[in-house]
């Protein structure tokens, strides 16, 4: 990566898009340097991974087109290197076979340019490297030619001295932990390289998949990106059971598994994880309805026996994300600031985590290079996201289309010193196609914390009350079906619509299931909440989100090794929201 500059001036803005909305924009900057940062790490990984397995012929040709001569060749050489054994094992480092090239992510979130076969390709001069693989956006009839374009750009950026400084330097320090190419034996590159790029692929992987971009509901992609890369996961079971919203619904109990959590204080393999002893699962799942209009969904961990795993016999979830690839979301509501924290309440930024705190939720908040909508999703409250209003005849659901791709993001964690095997379990009602009359709906969320981070740190040994600046309502509709999502510790969620209360929802904690004993001390987690009736919102109007945290009451949630480390605070209203017709 020689000309790094070069790359941020040329292909930055391409490779992790921008959304349109304002909402969150104070916390999307810092994340949108991030992710490009980080994008631009796996690919000096990449290359580096390619000289080391491929020597000048990695630079002589770029990602995703070595011939195959040249890979059999240095495969042989691998081979008969009895030192070399345990590295050609994975000799995946040049994308072509379709495996990590699709699963990077990168290439998906751009245009494509067109390529002739790489048998028939003519060799080019040797230049430097500096990821020629990544593809060149699509140029208007009003643009100036590549070069020009190119030089104007890199103008722009050295009018910018100080950025360029501090660009340069962010480059250095990456570079240092990446070892030089000459100096090095084969062994050792390679081995780092597989290494490297292993954490890399679940890290990207989850930075373009975690959050949409912020355009009309039902605005659909046809490229989805590297994850079309992916075999979806076929069920490990599924079972029909009475439908609980509409006699013509269909309702299943499908599992995924099984799923190894290890022991709590176990050596975990590399990869991106939002709590250090948590144990993540990111993939494709098969055997989700398509065409069809979702009423219900929940998920939870069940064992092989299917009973239920949950606090009481060790197992925390600590998130279950489920998202529709290919179908946008849209905002509809917008903030400009984040609210003012009260005294002793301490933020938790982007790649930050508090003293004597886990990792933060924000991580989650990545920029969407391609469409994702969540479907449903929980924690360890357990709550359903329900479409459908029991007993009403409201005609709303969420319809995933024919050709849509369901992602699931989830991460558990074990607080038992030996390791279990759990299954991830979807209870999910839905009507099969799209019944005339229904309108699509979408899943949302306001936090008290107003529009940034949604991750915070109460202060100990006291209630606070935190309240959001105001939310302006940017489309007329219903919300439906409200309810908190809370962290333990916390005590209720309130909506307030031009000033009045139109929703108070309660945590409930414990139970059978919801109580164990950590480090000698009880601890109880909430296991749901209650659900608000359907709210009417007109468009302009104002919404404020208000929460109450009380450390007496309830202590955060503890740590898996060190018990007497709380996890970050969230304080949120999660909802449906269908538009007026």
């Known amino acids: 990566m020689k000309d790094f500059l070069d790359i941020i001036a040329t292909q930055g803005a391409y490779l992790v898009p921008r959304a349109d909305t304002p909402v969150f924009q104070e916390a999307y900057n810092d ?106 956006p699509p140029m208007s009839a009003e643009s100036p030619p590549g070069t020009l374009n190119r030089s104007k750009r890199r103008r722009v950026i050295e009018e910018d001295e100080e950025g360029k400084k501090r660009l340069a330097k962010n480059h250095v320090s990456s570079t240092k932990k990446i070892p030089a190419a000459a100096g090095e034996s084969s062994r050792v590159q390679l081995q780092f390289c597989f290494r ?63 799923y190894t959590l290890y022991g709590s204080g176990a050596k975990r393999p590399s990869g991106f994880r939002l709590d250090p002893n948590g144990d993540g699962f990111n993939e494709m799942l098969g055997g989700i309805c398509t065409d069809c209009m979702i009423l219900s969904g929940s998920t939870f961990l069940t064992y092989e026996n299917e009973t239920v795993a949950d606090i009481g016999s060790g197992v925390y979830n600590h998130h279950v994300f489920v998202g529709d690839i290919g179908k946008s979301s849209k905002n509809y509501f917008s903030c400009g600031k984040r609210a003012a924290l009260p005294n002793g309440v301490t933020s938790v930024m982007p790649g930050m985590s508090a003293p004597k705190a886990v990792p933060s939720h924000v991580k989650r908040q990545f920029p969407g290079g391609m469409p994702i909508a969540q479907i449903f999703g929980s924690g360890d409250d357990g709550g359903a996201i329900q479409y459908a209003v029991k007993g009403a005849d409201n005609k709303i659901g969420f319809y995933v289309a024919p050709k849509d791709v369901i992602f699931s993001s989830s991460e558990f964690i074990n607080y038992r010193k030996e390791e279990q095997k759990v299954y991830i379990t979807f209870d999910l009602e839905f009507m099969k196609g799209k019944p005339e009359g229904w309108r699509d709906a979408a899943m949302g969320a306001m936090a008290a914390t107003g529009c940034g981070g949604i991750a915070f740190i109460p202060p100990a040994n006291q209630s ?92 955060l949630r503890p740590g898996a090794v060190d018990h007497s480390m709380g996890a970050e605070a969230m304080a949120m209203m999660g909802f449906v929201f269908a538009e007026k017709v």
């Open 31 to 136: 994340q949108f340097a991030a992710a490009l940062e980080m994008q631009l790490y796996a690919v000096v990984v990449e290359q580096t991974c390619r000289t080391a397995m491929y020597h000048s012929a990695a630079d002589e040709w770029p990602m995703g087109y070595t011939p195959k001569e040249i890979k059999e060749k240095r495969k042989v050489e691998l081979e008969a290197q009895e030192e070399l054994e345990g590295a050609t094992s994975n000799d995946e480092s040049d994308n072509d076979d379709g495996k990590y090239k699709e699963g990077n992510g990168i290439i998906g979130a751009v245009s494509r340019r067109n390529t002739v076969a790489a048998s028939n390709r003519p060799r080019r001069p040797r230049r430097s490297r500096q990821a020629e693989w990544l593809p060149t």
């Open 196 to 258: 490297r790029r292993d954490k890399m692929k679940s890290v990207v992987l989850i930075i373009t998949a975690a959050l949409a971009g912020a355009t009309p509901l039902d605005k659909r992609q046809g490229t989805l990106g590297g994850l079309m890369g992916y075999k979806a996961k076929a069920p490990a079971s599924t079972k029909n059971i009475d439908p609980q919203f509409n006699k013509d619904a269909v309702r299943q109990i499908i599992r995924w598994g099984p």
């Open 464 to 555: 606070t009350t935190l309240k959001s600046p105001a939310f302006t309502a940017t489309t007329a509709g219903t919300i439906y079906n409200a309810q908190a999502h809370l962290h333990d510790g916390g005590i209720a969620v309130q909506l307030l619509l031009n000033g009045k209360m139109v929703c108070n929802s309660q945590a409930h904690y414990g139970g059978e299931k919801g109580t164990t004993s950590v480090g000698g001390e009880k601890w109880e987690t909430i296991q749901g909440y209650d659900r608000c009736g359907a709210i009417e919102v007109n468009k302009g109007d104002q919404i404020v989100v208000e929460s109450t945290y009380d450390l007496v009451k309830h202590r």
